[in-house]
């Protein structure tokens, strides 16, 4: 702090004037002037060091007068002037203040002194905002930790430490940067066992890719950094009764639309007027007596269990999946659907991953599943078509429907003939139906966006970058109506809405997944594609896929 050379300030006036010092928001420089005083005095606030933990926190305020001559300073502390330590407040010493505005003396200009401030200037709300996010936020690393674990854990036979970052979604942790100095896997199991015998269960230690490192490591593959967070802030929370009680509403209300589905897949003339006017006529608006559905839903149920177990077979695929590498999953939230009868269900991960092939493992395990037991009620629907003493049990559908999946399309066609294909209506067992909505539901969690199935399998195996580019591509082809169909929109809408968050990194996020995990992901999208991309106009009417009405 310099010395004034100015005496031009007026000692009768006296006020505190708001500075920030070295850009801390919570330390503040409060001008107090006094008479008979030839140097300036400061009365600044000094917070002490302090940690931010759920237990404690409370704030220890200092109050220190200093002098604006930096040379006098301890001469005049040693000789016991006015310019000592006091823990007096603002208020309280603008109380003592015996001057008043007539004395003012006549040769002192009125002028303040001109002051640069240290550092941005903050107001009062700025100040209180800042402090309540600073209660409110995540627990951040306690730095007297940070230093132990950079003389216990790191070095130069593990990894030696040359700059720190924060690491986090809002920097509550520490990220570690330097260089390797052996094997990044038995590096990092080395480091989270020594972290766990220094610090115990405190902290969670991520071995991440280095942001914006130029080269890679000279041992091969990226270059490493560490990350440490607390337990609390980095692994998800327990499930509350509030998400059970919605989960299983959820499940009602899906179950619901899979019975409307197989009520829907009869054939609509055998339905009451009233409620085939209510379903298709937009100037509805009286809602019909819903009691003139219950002699049809004995005949929808076997579609709707269909439906139903499509999506049970898709969880229990991940949970058979992630029972062996000790991950624990939430319960699953299943999404209605009216036209599906259920659009999948979100399933979070109560438990951090401990590497990319586990991700990779999980994520694909539901839908292989789920698309195994479609497919087979698909095929074997088709079957049981073919059959002549199976009439009885056929639906009619317009043949329109076979158009809106290029795949399924192409074995139906393949399977039933061109002359049944070919025709304003197709008869079809219900299991068709079925399997047709369970490979669509399917391949719409394998798209490779977000927090999906096919999302989290894409950051898995070639990491968030790859995953950037392949959502926006997804979102883009779901706009334009390439991929879906009239089931496009409310999809895409839908990822936005619940799914459009990648998933959080795993404990170690750097080592490979492998080949075949690769090339069975990039498999899965392809037949992905397949499925969900509709049949144009002049490849339906050349292989006799229903019937293209042109004008």
Known sequence: MGTLTSSSFTPLDFRFRLYPINGAFGERIRLLERKNCKNLCYLYTERSKREISRR?????????????????????????????TTTTSSDEAEERNEFKPEQTPPSISSRPPSISPVGPAYNNFQVDSFKLMELLGPEKVDPSDVNLIKKKLFGYSTFWVTKEEPFGDFGEGILFLGNLRGNREEVFAKLQRQLKEVTGDKYNLFMVEEPNAEDLDPR?????SFGLLRKEVSEPGPTSLWQYVIALLLFVLTSGSCVELGIASQQINRLPPEVVKYFTDP???EPPDMQLLLPF????????YGVLAVQLFHEVGHFLAAFPNKVKLGIPFFIPNITLGSFGAITQFKSILPDRRTMVDISLAGPFASAAFSFSMFCFGLLLTSKPDAA??????????????????????????YAAMHAATVSIHPLVIAGWCGLTTSA????????????????????????????????????????????SLPWGLYVL?????????????????GTWRRTALIGAIFLVVLTLLPLWDELAEELGVGLVTTF
């Open 56 to 84: 404690r926190s409370r704030r220890i305020d200092r109050f220190k007068c200093l002098s604006s001559n930096e040379d006098d300073e301890d001469d005049k502390v040693s000789k016991g002037s006015n310019l000592s």
């Open 220 to 224: 091969g593959g990226p270059r490493v």
């Open 283 to 285: 100037n509805a608006i």
């Open 297 to 304: 839903v004995d005949s929808a149920l076997p579609l709707a």
């Open 392 to 417: 009885g049990d056929l639906v009619q559908v317009p043949s329109m429907l076979f158009q809106g999946s290029l795949l399924l399309g192409l074995i139906s066609r393949a399977t039933l003939g």
């Open 444 to 487: 719409l969690n394998m798209l490779p966006v977000g927090c999906l199935d096919g999302g989290r399998a894409v950051q898995g195996a070639f990491g968030k970058n790859a995953l950037i580019g392949f959502g926006l591509t997804t979102y883009a082809l779901l706009g334009l109506g390439v991929l879906g169909g009239p089931l």
């Open 497 to 513: 809405i619940c799914q459009r968050t990648p998933e959080k990194p795993c404990l170690n996020d750097v080592s490979e997944v």
